[in-house]
């Protein structure tokens, strides 16, 4: 364990180790050799959060004057229709990230109501259509699942660090001048419930998309055209511009840059949709079956003289006894017996990739 914590403070933290209080109150970041000396003293306990980032939570009272509330940092995000960008900052730029927005939310509705409508149809042929009314807080489920996987991301950053203040590029469109717009309707109505929860976590600052290119520019930070390129100049560094344009953070090309994805498994069925041999169709999807593990969780495999770590993505059954492991881009690495997996983490239903 003591190898691991020193591994941890030195290659996932080069410079700064978030800290929590004995009450779970974020305080301000330590160096990792006083990270280090608390660990050792027996005053501080390792953690690590749903993304991938080692902490510190400390076992003593703190009485130090940095931690009194003077001091904060700012969380700086730039939202897009299937990528985000995430910086987080004091003085300088500390944490990057990348979110892969959830895909495919449309298909799998649809596919949900196909059958919602023919059990119907098997089960009450003559029963009147009765319309079910979405009510006035309705938001569309593509848009929903964005905001609440944001909202995910800001509130567990929220509890590492002390962020009061969130700088955000809105996003706009002119109705009256451009009638192609029908379907921006629903983004107006996600990022006003992602607005109106981020003003309940802090103050709320939003900036246009033409600021953002100019300090961008004036900072040298680097902007490509390929939106799916796992790198911070695709989306990162216009959330590092706006901590530098506002917040006079300078930016850091070395701080950890990291991707976040949800973990895209089969929700619970009442059966498979295709046909089986025999008439009965089996129970199919869900995240668990009764064993140990349940799909999401955080694994460590050791098998051939090789360690894994991934996320479990298969249940072992009757018929297969072998855990599904994938990797953070939801790719199988292999099969493997119970014996030769360990648990780290429960789920998170957050999968993250350090790229830098």
């Given at each position: 364990?003591?190898?691991?914590?020193?591994?941890?403070?030195?290659?996932?933290?080069?410079?700064?180790?978030?800290?929590?209080?004995?009450?779970?109150?974020?305080?301000?970041?330590?160096?990792?050799?006083?990270?280090?000396?608390?660990?050792?003293?027996?005053?501080?306990?390792?953690?690590?959060?749903?993304?991938?980032?080692?902490?510190?939570?400390?076992?003593?009272?703190?009485?130090?004057?940095?931690?009194?509330?003077?001091?904060?940092?700012?969380?700086?995000?730039?939202?897009?229709?299937?990528?985000?960008?995430?910086?987080?900052?004091?003085?300088?730029?500390?944490?990057?990230?990348?979110?892969?927005?959830?895909?495919?939310?449309?298909?799998?509705?649809?596919?949900?109501?196909?059958?919602?409508?023919?059990?119907?149809?098997?089960?009450?042929r003559r029963r009147p259509y009765r319309p079910r009314?979405?009510?006035?807080?309705?938001?569309?489920?593509?848009?929903?699942?964005?905001?609440?996987?944001?909202?995910?991301?800001?509130?567990?950053?929220?509890?590492?660090?002390?962020?009061?203040?969130?700088?955000?590029?809105?996003?706009?469109?002119?109705?009256?001048?451009?009638?192609?717009?029908?379907?921006?309707?629903?983004?107006?109505?996600?990022?006003?419930?992602?607005?109106?929860?981020?003003?309940?976590?802090?103050?709320?600052?939003?900036?246009?998309?033409?600021?953002?290119?100019?300090?961008?520019?004036?900072?040298?930070?680097?902007?490509?055209?390929?939106?799916?390129?796992?790198?911070?100049?695709?989306?990162?560094?216009?959330?590092?511009?706006?901590?530098?344009?506002?917040?006079?953070?300078?930016?850091?090309?070395?701080?950890?840059?990291y991707v976040l994805r949800r973990p895209e498994f089969?929700?619970?069925?009442?059966?498979?949709?295709?046909?089986?041999?025999?008439?009965?169709?089996?129970?199919?999807?869900?995240?668990?079956?009764?064993?140990?593990?349940?799909?999401?969780?955080?694994?460590?495999?050791?098998?051939?003289?090789?360690?894994?770590?991934?996320?479990?993505?298969?249940?072992?059954?009757?018929?297969?006894?072998?855990?599904?492991?994938?990797?953070?881009?939801?790719?199988?690495?292999?099969?493997?017996?119970?014996?030769?997996?360990?648990?780290?983490?429960?789920?998170?239903?957050?999968?993250?990739?350090?790229?830098?």
């Open positions: 364990m003591r190898e691991e914590v020193k591994k941890a403070c030195a290659l996932h933290f080069s410079d700064r180790v978030p800290v929590v209080s004995k009450d779970g109150v974020p305080l301000m970041p330590c160096r990792p050799s006083k990270a280090r000396e608390l660990l050792s003293g027996g005053k501080a306990e390792p953690r690590w959060s749903k993304l991938g980032l080692f902490y510190i939570q400390l076992a003593i009272e703190v009485r130090s004057e940095y931690n009194s509330g003077g001091q904060h940092f700012v969380l700086a995000h730039d939202p897009g229709s299937k990528y985000d960008g995430f910086a987080l900052g004091c003085k300088r730029v500390q944490l990057r990230l990348m979110a892969v927005m959830p895909e495919d939310v449309q298909k799998k509705i649809k596919a949900r109501k196909d059958l919602r409508r023919a059990r119907r149809g098997r089960n009450t009314s979405p009510g006035s807080g309705w938001i569309a489920p593509c848009q929903l699942a964005k905001v609440q996987f944001r909202l995910a991301v800001v509130k567990e950053l929220c509890g590492l660090y002390p962020i009061k203040c969130f700088i955000v590029e809105d996003v706009r469109f002119n109705h009256y001048k451009k009638r192609y717009g029908k379907r921006f309707s629903t983004v107006e109505i996600g990022k006003g419930r992602y607005y109106r929860e981020l003003r309940g976590l802090g103050t709320l600052v939003l900036v246009e998309g033409w600021q953002t290119k100019l300090w961008r520019e004036e900072a040298g930070l680097k902007k490509t055209s390929q939106k799916d390129a796992l790198t911070p100049a695709s989306h990162a560094n216009d959330a590092a511009a706006m901590l530098a344009g506002l917040a006079g953070c300078e930016p850091d090309e070395s701080a950890p840059f089969a929700r619970r069925s009442l059966h498979r949709q295709n046909f089986q041999k025999g008439g009965v169709r089996p129970l199919f999807g869900g995240t668990t079956n009764g064993t140990f593990f349940r799909k999401g969780d955080y694994v460590e495999v050791r098998s051939a003289g090789k360690v894994y770590r991934g996320w479990v993505c298969g249940l072992p059954t009757e018929k297969t006894p072998l855990v599904g492991v994938m990797d953070a881009r939801r790719k199988r690495i292999g099969q493997f017996a119970l014996s030769k997996v360990r648990l780290l983490r429960r789920s998170g239903n957050i999968l993250w990739e350090r790229i830098i």
